[in-house]
């Protein structure tokens, strides 16, 4: 699972407006979740959470199409809404959406330690995501034997066994692969 209880489902990017509304980075796959949601937290200067209330959001369109603009309670002014610049909104995890059967969070996914079948290939620094339906997350991982970073794509025909609380997935790689990425 996450190293952290928590999840970013935005982060704050600028003020839009005069009243202190704030456009965010959506981090989430479930951008609806803001029609229910108004209770979040905010990271303060030390990096830890605050609660903060969500009072209202809507979607823009236009250069800003596929972000939100939140207006969160207290923030009243561009000032105000200046001092929250870069912070990620939380949710705690057991509020994350739940996902169907055969999805992993990427945040989970962090961390893990990737094999092909029993050898140690290294450990997932990042995942790049993949705008098509139909295409495959690509895994950054860091070799063990090096700083090097191959890119593994995350499909279902590739793994063998996924098991994050032990923080492990095995994998069965086109021969090739390994050698080609690094």
């Given at each position: 699972m996450s190293s952290s209880p928590y999840t970013a489902i935005a982060r704050?990017?600028?003020?839009?407006?005069?009243?202190?509304e704030l456009l965010a980075d959506l981090l989430t796959d479930f951008p609806e979740r803001f029609d229910t949601t108004s209770s979040v937290l905010l990271e303060n200067a030390a990096g830890e959470p605050t609660s903060a209330t969500v009072e209202g959001h809507w979607f823009p369109v236009g250069r800003n199409a596929g972000r939100v603009v939140l207006k969160l309670s207290g923030i009243d002014s561009i000032n105000d809404a200046e001092t929250l610049q870069g912070k990620l909104v939380l949710v705690p995890d057991m509020e994350r959406v739940a996902l169907a059967e055969d999805r992993v969070w990427i945040a989970d996914l962090i961390g893990c330690e990737l094999y092909h079948h029993d050898h140690p290939i290294g450990t997932i620094v990042d995942v790049q995501g993949s705008e098509?339906?139909?295409?495959?997350?690509?895994?950054v991982v860091k070799k063990r034997e090096?700083?090097?970073?191959?890119?593994?794509?995350?499909v279902q025909a590739y793994i063998q066994s996924l098991d994050l609380d032990a923080?492990?997935?095995?994998?069965?790689?086109p021969e090739g692969l390994l050698e080609i990425n690094g």
């Open positions: 704050l990017l600028r003020p839009q407006g005069r009243k202190g098509s339906p139909h295409g495959a997350s690509l895994l090096s700083d090097d970073e191959l890119l593994i794509p995350f923080k492990r997935i095995e994998m069965n790689l």
